[in-house]
């Protein structure tokens, strides 16, 4: 079976209902169920739980509990660097915003107004910035971190499909991180604007923040949108700013002029929170 044809059943199955379901068996407390499935993940995908505040698999009352675990002091060192990269993950890609068009794999663009949900006054500021899309594996660290101090102004939830991020459909299903749902956060920091996109995906239960908790659910048809110009919501270098229950994809937007990715940056490369990922102009 070709690549495209593997990736033809995400468009027929009933991703919605998937990922609810995903969602309430996340956060089932069942005792010596959740923790079989929790040991039978970490030993499937090499989880290392030495990394974890509480490494005991029967600490966690549920699978999400297990997945937003936190990590123990001291594992995750942050770089003195002006960017630091901000989740554990694997880079998928980065570069250069050609005017408004991101980058996803050959053959395949979207523009910066799609993936925020339409405003093109916002979109406008990272013309011909840079982008960096990095990919959350299952046993990566799902705790999002911030890559530089920022002060929160906007967070827009915009609704969408529930693919896959996975590289197979990030290869052949076009515009999949502006079509997938997203929950956009716009700061404003010392460079710039600066955007950090979380990305849904197929068994993705939702997306929290530490400013406003879960996001989604509720998920709905409409864009929605919290304004907070008028609060002081400001977070620092390597600060937790979100976490996905259940893995997916981090989309980051920056001006141009602002920063240069470091040399041993190359797609499909193994990074990790608080590693240096750009420097600042």
Known sequence: MSNRLAVTPQYLLPKRVLTELAGKFANLKAGALTHAVIRKFVAHYGVDMSEAADPRIESYASFNEFFTRPLREGARPVADASFICPVDAAISQFGPIEHDQIFQAKGHSYSTRALV??????????????????????????????????????????????????????????????RNERVVCVFDTAFGPFINVLVGATIVGSVATVWHGVVNPPRTREIREWRYEDKEVVLAKGAEMGRFLLGSTVVMLFPRNVLTFMADWVPTRAVRLGEAMAAGY
């Open 117 to 178: 949900g339409g405003d093109q006054e916002l979109a406008h500021r990272f013309d011909h910035g840079h982008f960096a899309t990095l990919y959350l594996a299952p046993k990566d660290y799902h705790r999002i971190h911030m890559p530089c101090e920022g002060r929160l102004t906007r967070m827009i939830y915009v609704p969408g499909d529930l693919f896959s991020v996975n590289p197979l459909t990030a290869r052949h299903v076009p515009r999949l991180f502006a």
